[in-house]
T-cell receptor, first 114, second 110 residues
C-alpha cells in the first residue's frame, strides 16, 4: 500500500489569503488526485494532478482558484487561493499506485476560513 | 452523468450482520470501491470489485453485479468500532478518478 502524508494537517486562515497544501507519497505513483470533503458530505474531486503537465480540473473548479503542481511522481501541492469561508473543508490527497485496483487517501488537511 | 446511491443511515447491533447497498449509473465502469471513514479521519480502503461476484476479506465482504449496477458491503460480527461512514465509489475509466456516493453512516449499538 502507498503511504501518503499531507502538510499541514489543519489550519485556520483569514479571508482573502491563500494556503498551499503539500502531499507526499512514499512511492512513485502514476495518478494523484485532490478531493474536497465539506462538512457532513462525501468526497468531491477537484482535479487530477498530472506529472509534467497542467492539472485536469473537474466541473466547478478552476486553476486560478486551485492551482496545482506536480513536479515529480511522488509529490504534489494544492493551493487554495483568495479564500472565503465557503472554502472551509477537508482537502484530501489521493494516489493510485500500480496496479490500478486500489486508491489510497492521505490524512487530509482541515481548513477553516474565518 | 454519474449517479451513485446508497442509504444515508443504518443502525445495527453489536455481533450482528449488516448489508450496505449501493446502486450506480455511470458512463463507464472500471471498478467499484468501498471505503470506511471514521469521523474526522481520511477514508480507509476496504475493497475493490471489478468482476461480478463476492470478494471476502475477513469480517468484510463486497459483492458486485455489473448487469444490475449493484454492489453491497457485508459486515459480519459487528463491533462498536465499525461505527463509521461507508463510502461506495465507482471508477468509470481505468485511469480515471473515483466518483463517490454520499456515504452511509452506520451506527453499531451495544
Amino acid at each position: 500500500s502507498a503511504v501518503i502524508s499531507q502538510k499541514p494537517s489543519r489550519d485556520i486562515c483569514q479571508r482573502g489569503t491563500s494556503l498551499t497544501i503539500q502531499c507526499q507519497v512514499d512511492s512513485q505513483v502514476t495518478m494523484m488526485f485532490w478531493y474536497r470533503q465539506q462538512p457532513g458530505q462525501s468526497l468531491t474531486l477537484i482535479a487530477t494532478a498530472n506529472q509534467g503537465s497542467e492539472a485536469t480540473y473537474e466541473s466547478g473548479f478552476v486553476i486560478d482558484k486551485f492551482p496545482i503542481s506536480r513536479p515529480n511522481l511522488t509529490f504534489s501541492t494544492l493551493t487554495v487561493s483568495n479564500m472565503s469561508p465557503e472554502d472551509s473543508s477537508i482537502y484530501l490527497c489521493s494516489s493510485r499506485p500500480p496496479p490500478p485496483d486500489t486508491q489510497y487517501f492521505g490524512p487530509g488537511t482541515r481548513l477553516t476560513v474565518l | 452523468g454519474q449517479n451513485i446511491d446508497q442509504p444515508t443511515e443504518m443502525t445495527a447491533t453489536e455481533g450482528a450482520i449488516v448489508q450496505i447497498n449501493c446502486t450506480y449509473q455511470t458512463s463507464g465502469f472500471n471498478g467499484l470501491f468501498w471505503y470506511q471513514q471514521h469521523a474526522g479521519e481520511a477514508p480507509t480502503f476496504l475493497s475493490y470489485n471489478v468482476l461480478d461476484g463476492l470478494e471476502e476479506k475477513g469480517r468484510f465482504s463486497s459483492f458486485l453485479s455489473r448487469s444490475k449496477g449493484y454492489s453491497y458491503l457485508l459486515l459480519k460480527e459487528l463491533q462498536m468500532k465499525d461505527s463509521a461512514s461507508y463510502l461506495c465509489a465507482v471508477r468509470p475509466r481505468l485511469m480515471g478518478q473515483l466518483t463517490f456516493g454520499s456515504g452511509t453512516q452506520l451506527t453499531v449499538l451495544p
